[in-house]
Every structure is written in C-alpha cells, then in structure tokens.
C-alpha cells in the first residue's frame, strides 16, 4: 500500500521535512497548514520538491468550522475556502481535510451540516478537489465516525466522502467494526496514529501524545484490517502530535514512522516482508575502550579468562563459561570512552534475520569489517549499538564468527556464567522507537516499562525478551534530554550462587558498589531471612527482590567508564530485574562518582 | 506558621536535600523513605545533620499497606511497622504518615480498618510515635478524608490521628468544609501540593504533576482557612511529587518552594508580608552587549537617540517617547553576548517594593553599583534579569536613576513611542516558578499560558501584567531543557502607526524580518482588507491578529545576539500579543539564521 506523512509529524522547516520523509521511503505527504504558511517557498515550488522527491501531496489539511453555521457565516466560510482551493490547485493537491467544527457558533443540526458540506463540495468540485470530512474526537457536535459518515451520506455529493483518524476513533472507545458499512470509496482518506492508553482530556491527549503505530496501546492494525475489507485503496498516513517528535531530529523520526508503517501491513497481511528471526542467545557483548587495562581487570577478577585474540585486529575474546565479551581497543572505537558498543545474537539464520532488519530499515554494516575477517550479516539499532547475527559453532552453512579469533593458552574462566541480560542507554527522544525496533525487527517481546527514580531525575527502562528468556535486553532511558544521570548501561551475568561470585569477585580485587546500611535495615522489616543471611547481603553489597515466581538476589562492580556489571542469581520463575532497587544502586553510584 | 518540605521534593542525595531545605528557610523536613534507604548515612547521623541544619523532622512517610487485613497479613505488617517505629526513634522523628492501603488483600472493612489502626496506634505509643493515617486518592477502599477520618474517630486512640494532603482532597473534588468538622488536635500532620488542572489518571497525576501552591489550579488557600480554623497548629508541609522537580537543582527549587509557602499564608491572613507595590510602568529596558556598534545602529534605525551617558560607566541612556533602553558595554556584561539584562519598572514605592520582594526571598542587589551611584533598589528574577524599582522624576523623596546619567546635546527620538512588553526567556525549570514569582514579589496578574509551535520544538508564553497594561512581561518557555530554539527574549515597541514606523525603520536602514508570502494569502482568506492594505503588510512583513477587543499589528527586526525588536500598534482593546503569529515568525527567524 502506499503510505504517506502529515508534515506535521516531522520536526524543521517544510523542506527539512520533505527531505525526511522521502528519504525514509515514504511516498506522499499531507501538507499541514502551518508548515506551508512558514514557508518561504509558494505553493507552486513546494510542488515541484515534491515532485522532485518522489512526494505526491496526498491531503491539504486542516480546513476548519466550515459546516452548521448560520447562512452568512457559512458565506464567509465559503470565501475563505475559496481561497485555500485555488491555493490547493497550485499545490496540486486534490484532496482537503475538513475537521468536524469546534465553533461556538456551529448549530447541532445534521441536515444543515450536509447541506453545507454538499456546497462546499460543489465548490471544491469546480477546482478539482475532493472534500474529505473527519470527526474530531472533542468536535462540538460531531465527534465519531459514523456520526460523520452519517452526514457525508446524506449529502449524497460525490466530491464529499469521510476522512477517518485512528486516534479520533480508539481514544472514544468507538468500535472500528462498523467502519465496514462505509464504502470503500467513500473513505477518502485514512490517517494513522497510536497513543500510549492515558486517561486524559483527549484533545490534550491528541496534541501531545500520539505516536507512531505500534509504539503506543491503540489497536491500530485491528482498525485498519476493517477499513481494508471495505475495498478502502488510498495511502495509509501517519498524523502524528506529538511534543518530542516536534524536537527530534526529523530524519530518524521519518525512519523510525515508516518502520512502524511496514510493521503495520505485515499486521494486517498487506507487507511483503521477511518473517522474523528470533534470536535464541547472546553469543557476545562487545565493549570499547581506549584503555584496556581497568576493563582487562575487570573481567578478569569476574573470572572471566582471555581465550582468543583477533587475527587481525586489537580485539580479545574474553570468557567465563558460556559468556563471551569482545574487548575492542582499536582507534575506530567511539570517542566517548568505555562502553558497550555491540551485542552478537545468536541466529538460527543469521542472514535472513539481516533481511528482515533491512526491509525494516535498520542501516546494514559492512558484512566484513577488514578482507580478512568472517562475513558476518549485521544491522545497526537505533542508539548505535552494532548488532551481529551469529551462528556459534552450530552450523556448517554459517560462518562461525570465532573463526576470525586465534586461541589464546588460556581456558575459559570459571565457574559458568552466562548473560543474564544487556542494558541499553537510549537518546532522549528514541524510547518507544527502540521498543517498536527490538519487537519488529527481532521478534522480541516488550514487558512493562517501569519509572525509575535517579536522585537526579526520572528514568524509564523497559527490558525486550525472546520466549525463554535467553536474550533480554533492557532499554533504559532519562527523563530529558540533558540528562546525565544514566548509569544504565550495563552487563549482567547470570551465576549459581551470587554470594561466591561476589567473594571470589572481591578477592580477585574487584571493587563491589557499597549499598547502604539502610536498604539492608529495610530488607529485615520486609522479609524474614536465614541467620547470616542478612550480614552477608549487607556485607557484599547484594540486594534482594521476590516476586511470585520467585527471589533475585544481584549487585554490582563499580561503573569503569560508562559501563559497568551486575551479578545475578535469579530464580527460573522470576520475572524481573530488581527494579525497586534501582534507586538504591543509582543512589550508590552516584555518591560514588 | 512552621514550614515544612518532604525531602521528595527535592533533587539530590539526602544530604543535598537537607542543605537546601535549610538554605531556604525552612524549619522543618518530612524524610521520604526511599530518600533515607538511599543514603549512606545511618539515622542518627541524619538526625545530627537536620539538627546542625536547624531542621526538625516532623514526619517519616510512607508507611503503606497497613490495615484492613487478614490477622496474619496483620501480623507480617506489624511486625514491618516495629522495625521502622524503631528507625524512627534513631531519627528522632515523632510522627509517622500511614496511608490508606492499595494492596489486593485489603478488605473492605472500616471496623477491622480501625481496630488495626488502633493496634498500630498502640504499639507507636511505646516508642513515642503518632500515627498520622490519610486518605490516598486511589486508596483501594479509603479515598477521601472524612472516610479517613470516620476511621480515625472509630479507633479513638490518642496516638492516631488524620493527616490531610491537599492533592488528595482537591485532585478527587471533595469539598474541604468538611474538614471544619474534625477537632483540630486530631490532625496530625497538613500536606500540601497544588497541581495544573489535568483531566487524567489521579496516580499519575500525583506522581508526575504535583507542584507548588500558587502554581496550579487548585485553590490550596482556600482548603488551608478550613483547616485553621479546626485550630490546627502543626506546620505547613510541601509534597510534591514532579518531574521536573526531581531534575532541577535542589537550591533554587526550595527557595521557590518556600516562596510559596510564604505567599499561600499570606493569602489566608497567617503571613507577614510587606504589602504588594504594583509597578505602574516601565522605566528603561537595559541590554547588556560586548559590541555596541550594531545595537546602536539598530536603536538609531528604530528612532531611538542617545541623549545621555552615564557618569562614570560605559552605559548610554537611549530615547523615543517614553521608551528608553540603556545601552551598557560595560565588562561586567554578560559572556553570551547581547541580550535583555535588567528591567526598570516605574514603582509607587520602590523601597517597599524592594522590601516585599526581599521578604519573598529574591536575592537583592547592592543598592550600588558604584559609590557615586544613585542608591537603587533592584532584586534578581529567578531567570537572573534585574528588577529595578524606580521613581523617575517623579518623587523628591526617591532618588531618580537618570541622575547618573549626563545628558547629551541629543533630544529624544521621534515620534513617541513607549514600551508594549518584554519578553523573556525562562530556564527549563522555571516557567511556574517565574509566573509565581512575578505575580507574588511584583503584584503583577497572569494570563493564560499558551503553546506555540517553533520548527524545533513547542514552547510555552504567559504574559504577566498590571491592571491598565502599562506593565507587560511575557515569560517564555522550550519544551525542554536542550532546547536551542529560543528567540523569545524580545522589546515590544508600541506605536501609533506600526506601517509608519516599519517604513521610518526600514528607510534608516533598518532590516525588517521578511516574512512568508504564504502567510499573507492565508490572512486574504480569513479577513477583507481595505484595498493595498495587506500589501502594505505584505511589503514590510507585517504581521496581523484580531481578538473581540480589536486589532494587533506587528513587525520584527533582525535578531542582534539574543535579542530583537518588536513594533506594535494595539488596538486599546486587544489583549494578546499576538501568538497565534509566532509560529510563522519563529519559522522567519530560523530560516534567516
């Protein structure tokens, strides 16, 4: 299907946003209001960009308080529409928005509305122009979809048909099931939006919190499924309010709408895309620094051991039973310092789960990084982060990217660990991107989203999922965009027993997180514990949570960088990730900055 | 009365928060148990701390999920309350907030609520403790006060009494009479927040919107006389639950905090406040800028003369009409480079003024800035403008500032003009805090708070004025902290003829800021004009709004640093300032960076 973007879902002038929106693939646009206004280029040369970018200008939007008016409003309205035809005809657009009034002045009387809007049809249809008219969830009278599909029928005109929004319809509650007695054409256009579910004043709601499909609570394919069965063929468009996406950067917002727009056909059967591959492991995480030695450190008092070495390249395979990390310390690391650049995910078919990425629009690395080296299919997620789809030594088809590693004398440190999960620092504005990312574009599962309190802010984070568990990854994110207050970004092993890990972590001279005295006086008020029990959390520094499925006890090594480890004994039935203990721990590293 | 703040409404570790709850003048604090599980320090050293402070600690809070329970759940939680009643011996703190439980295994049961009260109630008892037990405006079973408080009258134990939270009171809309009729020695504890008024989810309104009184919609004042005339004699405690809060800096955010507090007992006859002074016009406008030559072309353009220069300081006295900027070129300006740094405002009184504004605690300014300056009363907003109360020619008794200033051969420019508004930028965090601060420290009344939309971002305007609009001020707001899109901070010129002025401006070779054909075609839609009038406007970019009180006119210059002008000719009836424009503007501005 063709798809298509208001302008007013993308930040920057109206020529940054054309730009956006072609280079993401989109194939029209509706123009909003506004945005032509600010512009310094005339209709005619906004025309030929489009034309020029591959746009057509699918919707001029919004005509406003036309329709139930006493006669000489009507009069004026009709001049001023007049007006934005012939405007329109220099845009070469054919299609306008009217929007269910919201005057004082409107009359609660249908028969007056279609007499109205069945002139200024006759208007439009004198320049060309299809009249498309939409229920504003909050319009004074109008305010469903069959409310103004009632009174498009009843014109009977056929230059005047009904636009319908998925916000205006799902925020109501209203059931998408009776779109199916419209006709197909006579929907003249579709708009698409989901929101997260706030009870809240709706037009608030609508101005500041829509998002893109797929990133909110909206059943929005379930919309869309019925608006096809009525033989509906126009552009699926995405009208998008929304106060971050106002400040974002306009390209990666276009990416990020037309992703959730190949999402939403795969939905609803319309897409040609790849299945998903789900990854079934972490095969490694890969840090950069431009120091090896406090990393090396690190790792080594985690028990892990060096076991291979690049061929080619500064790059060391560290393990400690099936976990694995890459140590990067060549040049092309990042600027910023230590931190967590790549994650191998174990593929049962690395090159189609690389397919798939593609046609979502994840920018596809190099598949080698030097001649030498294994090719490996890869994809850059939307905070950076390089991800690889490997097949670790299980499958003759599939490069084993350890081939490109030289083993070392060294065994794999002991006693097994594995990644317990991988979190993630995302840029202020790309939380529910990064959620709507990980879902389509690997087949992972987005649990809960949780509130953080940092002493210095308020963070989200919310942890995607394979089935069994073996890959989480936690996306976390600050409250605004000058936050430096994430200390997020970590690796979490999985062991037996945390306790020995911790000791044999200090006695190798690693550096555990203190954790307050406090929190520990708390634990004893909450829990009841094993004589000793208690001493030694408080004396390593472990925290403690129980949820039905069972107990989380983990803590931490001190940040190196911008990263840092957690030490995780988790029961197979919990859930979690100790959330109610994040403040602790960002309290702790805080004070220990 | 005694003044209070719970530690969660601070930013920082508990420390930080402690120091500026203590810096801002308050007496008292309430720990936040998260805040105290957070912090290294045990509790008698947090008592040393709020000692050494000169803070009491008048409440612990929360504890949750309490009463109204099976007798073995009954047990589990006493159990809990005895470690924190102990905790709370440590601290030193002698009253303990219980709120009405959320918790599944709640019954609805208000006998059993309050025999459990009562057994609480009991066991504090022993360790010098009073129960406080309020309603939570999502408690599961006990949401409002009077239920609270028919509990608390059921158990009748004389330690447990009720406290009441604003939020919770007004966020649900009960009427607060009611609480005339609990005896005010059962009021344990009196919490206070305001909150905008939001038709959304009361928890998350709670949560994430809190702010202080004075800076919402509720009428906190109003709920405060009720409760003082129960003969409540407890302090006054601020709980504010905000994002925005939870990132700002603790300093600044207390002193706004006890501002509040401050202002809200005044209103209900507790405080003792100097009177409001009202400022009744505009005095001078001061810009501040490391290069004089383009500010002074521009002010000459805009028919400005400099007809005086101050005696011992690189500041020129600028004039037109009754419009006068001071030019100051001094060292001491800004680093940013030019902009609006300090603000004459015409008082009938300056000394008092300057007094009420200290009392709410704006930081003063030397009375001079150099010996053989004229003593100025002047105090900083908490954007760092300075305010400067001035008695200009006006009153022998008062010093007049032009004193220092020796008058050049120069006459006023022509023709006269004066000053509309001024428009200032506010930090991120600041834009409640301002509007209170201007509306408390200069009497001034604000309008409603509107959005506008820039190409990068949304930002937020409210203007604050005096009775007769002599005095303006628009304080302007991004949308976020990162926000770079600001070119709010602006002179508004008023004229008699704004199509003359423009021509004068342009024709002195002043650049006027071009503004969007597009723009103009739209106003053709929406209004008649006599003929060649709007391509008058069209030639100088002048900008057009209508309200029921009449017509605005408006132009703009280029931006000089971080400032630019504005010409104005207001209809005297008109009341906005035009934003409905702004957007087209900004887009202007950004475009011709």
Chains 1, 2 share one sequence.
């Not at 004082?104 to 208007?123: C, F, N, R, V, Y």
Request: charged fraction near 25%.
């Amino acid at each position: 299907m063709r798809t298509s973007i208001a302008t007013v879902s993308l930040s920057g002038s109206l020529t940054e946003k054309l730009t956006a929106a072609s280079r993401a693939g989109f194939e029209g646009v509706e123009i909003f209001e506004n945005d032509l206004l600010a512009s310094p280029l005339p209709p005619r040369e906004i025309r030929a960009r489009c034309a020029d970018l591959g746009l057509s200008i699918d919707l001029y939007q919004p005509v406003r308080d036309i329709e139930a008016v006493p006669a000489d409003e009507f009069a004026r309205n009709l001049r001023r529409a007049r007006h934005k035809f012939a405007l329109m005809r220099e845009l070469g657009a054919d299609t306008v928005l009217v929007c269910s009034s919201v005057s004082p002045a409107a009359i609660d009387d249908d028969a007056l509305a279609a007499e109205q809007l069945g002139h200024l049809a006759t208007l439009a249809q004198d320049f060309g122009i299809r009249v498309a008219y939409e229920a504003l969830a909050w319009g004074r009278y109008v305010s469903t979809y069959d409310h103004a599909w009632r009174i498009v029928e009843a014109a009977g005109h056929p230059a005047l048909g009904t636009c319908l929004d998925s916000f205006h319809i799902l925020s109501r509650g209203s059931d998408p099931k009776g779109i199916e007695d419209i006709p197909g054409e006579k929907i003249f256009f579709l708009q698409l939006a989901d929101a997260p579910l706030l009870a809240m004043d709706v037009l608030q709601w609508s101005r500041h919190y829509r998002c893109f499909p797929g990133q909110g609570g909206f059943d929005v394919a379930g919309l869309v499924r019925h608006v096809l069965r009525t033989g509906y063929d126009g552009p699926l468009s995405l009208e998008v309010f929304n106060d971050v996406f106002r400040q974002a950067e306009a390209g990666p917002t276009a990416v990020d709408a037309h992703r959730s727009l190949l999402v939403l056909q795969e939905a609803v059967g319309a897409g040609e895309l790849p299945p998903p591959v789900v990854p079934t492991g972490i095969a490694f995480a890969e840090l950069v620094t431009p120091d090896a030695e406090p990393v090396s450190a690190l790792l080594g008092a985690l028990g892990f051991a060096r076991t291979a070495r690049h061929r080619s390249k500064p790059v060391d395979l560290w393990e400690r039973g099936e976990a694995r990390i890459l140590l990067n310390t060549g040049p092309a690391v990042r600027r910023d310092g230590t931190g967590l650049a790549a994650i191998g995910l174990e593929s049962p078919d690395p090159r189609a789960a690389a397919r798939r990425a593609e046609a979502l629009l994840a920018p596809v690395l190099p598949r080698r990084r030097a001649p030498e080296d294994v090719p490996l299919a890869a994809v850059a997620a939307p905070d950076g982060t390089e991800l690889f789809f490997c097949a670790t030594g299980r499958d003759p088809e599939h490069p084993d990217w350890r081939a490109d590693f030289a083993e070392t004398p060294d065994e794999p440190g002991t006693p097994a660990a594995r990644i317990d999960h991988l979190a993630l620092v995302q840029p202020w504005h790309q939380y529910d991107e990064a959620t709507l990312f990980h879902r389509s574009v690997l087949g992972l599962r987005a649990q809960e989203s949780v509130d953080v309190a940092d002493p210095y802010g308020l963070l989200r984070s919310r942890a995607v999922t394979n089935a069994d568990g073996s890959v989480r990854i936690a996306l976390g994110v600050g409250a605004a965009p000058a936050d430096d207050t994430l200390h997020a970004q970590h690796i979490a092993l999985a062991v037996e027993d945390v306790v020995a890990a911790a000791r044999a972590f200090r006695a190798a001279g690693g550096r555990l997180l203190p954790i307050p005295a406090n929190y520990h006086d708390d634990l004893a008020a909450r829990y009841e514990f094993a004589d000793g029990e208690l001493d030694t959390y408080r004396d390593l520094g472990i925290l403690y949570d129980r949820d039905a499925g069972g107990v989380f006890r983990h803590c931490y090594t001190r940040t190196v960088g911008r990263v840092f480890f957690e030490l995780v004994q988790r029961d197979p039935g919990y859930r979690g990730y100790g959330a109610q203990n994040a403040p602790v721990r960002l309290a702790a590293q805080h004070a220990g900055r």
